[in-house]
């Protein structure tokens, strides 16, 4: 799976440089080992691959658990990725990330718990801060721009479109809290870097 892993980055990273001039901006933010969660918005189906492609390291990925039905695509799917139910983490998937983080691995989320439809960033759920708070691993904020124009939410086929993802500097989460003023805190100062990242861009 990992051989396959590495084949699949290679051939999407060369699809989007050829067809949406694929740009990748401050790689250097993220640590070459270690866990690591790398914090992204969501305005598009294709937010995961791209993402994936950005990276020099492998991700791992929390995935939506109704995505690991689908025939096929569910299979792919759980090689790289555990489930999480919308809405409602449950506290299995909480100490699974954490233990995945702890082991040292680089952890996908996207703090919004959902896709924008209109490409907006959303308001952060509380998931995000709870799993930094915990594993103490340091966060990177990290904006995907130009996929919720090449494959929008109830669009059907991709459309031309420039991608870029930024990624900025790593957040160090203070202390280890399980208190949820603190958790909810945490998770409004990563969105709100996000929403930075994104301001910036269309600068």
Known sequence: MTFLYWVLKAIFYIILKVFYRFEVIGSENIPD????IVAAN????????????????????????GLFKIPI?????RAYSFPVRRGRPQPSTIKEAVHRLKRGELL??????GRSSDG????????????????RMPVVPTCIKGTEEALPVGA????????????????EIDRQAADKHFQEMASRDIMEKIRNLQFKEQK
């Open 108 to 113: 996908v989320m996207f703090p919004e718990g």
């Open 120 to 135: 907006s960033p959303l308001d952060a759920k509380r998931g995000i801060g709870m799993i930094a708070a915990m594993s």
């Open 73 to 77: 695509i569910g299979g792919c799917i």
């Open 33 to 36: 080992e270690g866990g690591v």
């Open 156 to 171: 059907k086929f991709l459309r031309p479109a420039r991608i870029t993802v930024i990624f900025d500097k790593p957040i």
């Open 42 to 65: 969501h305005v598009s189906y294709l937010d995961p691959p791209v993402i994936g492609a950005a990276l020099k390291r492998r991700a791992t990925f929390m995935a939506r658990e």
